[in-house]
Nanobody, 124 residues
């Protein structure tokens, strides 16, 4: 079993930056795909970014590509989401999730473990 905990959310003005962290405990997730998802009020959970385990290949939703960077430190079981040039439409609860597979999946229901979420609010 693995437990995931997100941190780093907060309130930021448009154009600002935040770095989210996803930490694992109970079992290492270094060999597994980790995805970041977000959910705004009244909207479906959507894919943001993902990173594979050993090769650290990265994937991004089009609207965040060039602004967000996903990375991982497998020696510490931490995955980061660096978010730059934040815009109000980025406001959401951000979740990290682990998929028990080496294949990236953009559908949230294909992930097996989830953190509790961290709120990101971007003001104009």
């Amino acid at each position: 079993q693995v437990q995931l905990v997100e941190s780093g959310g907060g309130l930021v003005q448009a154009g600002g930056s935040l770095r989210l962290s996803c930490a694992a405990s109970g079992r290492s997730f270094s060999a597994y795909v980790i995805g970041w998802f977000r959910q705004a009020p009244g909207k479906e959970r959507e894919f943001v970014a993902a990173i594979t385990g050993r090769r650290t290949n990265t994937y991004y939703e089009d609207s965040v590509k060039g602004r967000f960077t996903i990375s991982r430190d497998n020696t510490k079981d931490i995955v980061f989401l660096q978010m730059n040039s934040l815009q109000p439409e980025d406001t959401a609860v951000y979740y990290c999730a682990m998929r028990s597979s080496g294949f990236v999946e953009v559908n949230w229901n294909r992930y097996d473990y989830w953190g509790q979420g961290t709120q990101v609010t971007v003001s104009s």
